[in-house]
């Protein structure tokens, strides 16, 4: 499975997907259309047909509604409006022949005034042999070639957006063309309007809408929590028919140590929505900063990996519950994504460490933007989440009253950064997952607070078993309630890591979290302890040490 490619530098905050598959796979190089000037492809029987989407909402009404809808705290936040489209290789778009002979099929959508286009589609095949290229009018993106090996199982797929209100897909027929077909039937077009950032070249860290006083993780304020970032993600979720949010999550470990790809987030992120838009629902990783703050307009542009579709497991209402939801990717992540599967304690009381002194940190993607990290020193508490619409459980959520000023900023949740996680700062473990608060500026006041589901309640809270996150994380009923992070290397190596991740220690933590001595450590790299690690199954494999204590 392959990152997907993009052929030229323009790349977009949104890389949003609607189809169920695992990733986008492309396999690169450019629409053969290219080669030849406008004039001579008309000659030779180019005619590329135009569809203009009718556009029956006003965005400025949109906007206006969106932002009312966050500012009650716990609706995640919009970005994208699908608009309804029957579109077939049958029914819309012209066959031509290029002036070098090859046979292509093009269709030109048009959605007026929007920032950038996504494509889902119904039906999506292309025959061995056969290539889909899609950009933009202005030629600066493109996305493809789309191959048979893109196929996804149930033929449903979708696209990247693509900058401007103006995109064209190429079809390039094979050379010998057999009984296979290609089958493309689109079924939407994602008018993006709202919290979306186009860049064709960068000139600061500042790329989507967060506060200019956000912290990049990539800043050393993120350097003992290099591991946990890279289990964050940014996730595009399908909530109703029209509309697709931003919100935040993680993916976690689970105490067998299987490396099965749940993923927790907020319940209001999903609520109960059904199969079908959950697998049309995104998810990125690493999509973060390359550098911590950079003006001279050298900086990196912001990339991603990215995992199409999963089912939703357990879920604990807003109202009434402590707000959590787990949900279980559609397919495996893949080793190469470098993907952190994050620890997380689940004790019903605040750790110890926490309410001493050291404190939490929260790691999210506010207003779909790169990752960011926050931070407090001050001790939690329990509180019980009220909004507009909703009253949670009882003391089911943990508040955090303040976050600090760093050397680089002064970071908070805002809306996007729904269902992140909330870490122990002395342990590193998960403890809570974000609702909302009352932190809407960069001012460094006191009063600010946020308010997470507590781990503890999405464990074994609700009424019945069927809602218990510990159903899925410890299906054996071990009792086991601290769970340590880990990388997933697959049982055939040792992952690279910085010789900085690692400082010298005297305790060990295998895969499942069981604290080991010094016979489990099979060798010492430089800075890099390797570690046995005993499976659930009773495989054996090695990997970087997964936790360390003095």
């Known amino acids: 499975m392959k990152q997907t490619q993009l052929v030229f530098s ?18 690169g ?32 009404k949109l906007k206006a509604e969106d932002a009312a809808n966050e500012a009650l705290g716990d609706v995640p936040l919009n970005a994208v409006r699908i608009i309804p489209a029957d579109l077939t290789m049958e029914n819309s778009g012209e066959w031509s022949t290029l002036p070098n002979g090859q046979n292509v099929w093009q269709l030109t959508i048009e959605a007026p005034d929007a ?28 996305l493809g070639a789309y191959t048979s090996t893109a196929n996804p199982a149930n033929r449903g797929f979708a696209t990247e957006l693509v900058a401007g209100d103006v995109i ?53 304020e993120g350097d003992e929590w290099r591991n946990q970032i890279n289990g964050v993600t940014r996730l595009m979720m399908r909530k109703t028919p029209t509309t697709y949010s931003w919100c935040s999550g993680a993916i976690v470990n689970n ?92 004790s019903a009381s605040p750790p110890a460490a926490t309410n001493a002194s050291g404190g939490t940190i929260g790691i999210h993607h506010p207003k779909g933007d790169v990752k960011k990290i926050s931070t407090s020193s001050s001790k939690i508490t329990s509180t019980t989440w009220k909004s507009t619409n909703n009253t949670g459980k009882a003391d089911a959520h943990w508040r955090i009253p303040n976050y600090v000023a760093t050397l ?19 342990t590193g473990l998960i403890i809570g997952t974000l609702t909302g608060g009352n932190t809407s500026n960069c001012e460094t006041a ?19 078993e069927s809602d218990w996150m510990k159903s899925y ?65 009773g495989r054996v494999s090695t990997s970087k040490i997964l936790k360390i204590a003095q």
């Open 29 to 60: 190089g450019t629409p053969p259309s290219f080669q030849y000037a406008k004039e001579s492809r008309l000659r030779h029987g180019e005619t590329i047909s135009r569809i203009v989407m009718p556009i029956d909402f006003d965005v400025q």
């Open 255 to 346: 105490v067998r140590g299987d490396f099965k790809p749940y993923l927790l987030t907020a319940y209001h992120c999903v609520d109960e929505t059904d199969s079908y838009f959950m697998d049309q629902s995104q998810f990125y990783f690493h999509y973060e900063y390359a550098n911590c703050g950079d003006t001279s307009g050298t900086a990196s542009e912001p990339q991603s990996k990215t995992m199409i579709g999963a089912q939703l497991l357990v879920i604990s209402p807003t109202d009434g519950g402590s707000d959590g939801a787990l949900l279980l990717l559609n397919d495996h992540i893949p080793v190469e994504y470098d993907v952190y599967y994050n620890g997380f304690d689940v």
């Open 446 to 464: 006191s009063g600010r607070y946020s308010s997470y589901g507590k781990l503890a309640y999405h464990w074994n809270g609700s009424p019945g």
């Open 115 to 142: 920032i950038a286009i996504t494509l889902c589609y119904r039906e999506f095949y292309i025959p061995q042999g056969g290539k889909l290229f899609i950009y933009n009018e202005a030629k600066t993106q493109v």
């Open 168 to 220: 064209t897909l190429e079809y390039v027929a094979p050379d010998e063309i057999g009984s296979d077909r290609p089958r493309i039937r689109i079924e939407g077009v994602g008018y993006g309007y709202n919290h979306i950032r186009v860049f064709s070249n960068v000139v600061s860290e500042k790329y989507g809408e967060s506060l200019d006083c956000q912290v990049n993780v990539v800043c050393s």
């Open 473 to 537: 994380l410890d299906p054996d009923n071990t009792g086991v309630t601290i769970v340590q992070g880990t990388y997933d290397t697959d049982g055939t190596g040792i992952k690279p890591v910085d010789a900085n991740d690692v400082i010298v220690a005297t305790k060990y933590y295998n895969l499942l979290g069981q604290l080991v001595g010094a016979q489990n450590v099979v060798s010492l790299q430089t800075g890099v302890y390797i570690v046995k690690n005993i499976h659930a199954s």
């Open 10 to 27: 323009l790349l977009l905050s949104l890389l949003f997907l609607c189809g169920t598959l695992s990733a986008q796979i492309s396999e």
């Open 408 to 426: 680089h900023g002064y970071s908070f949740p805002e809306s996007g950064s729904s269902g992140s996680p909330l870490f122990d700062r002395n």
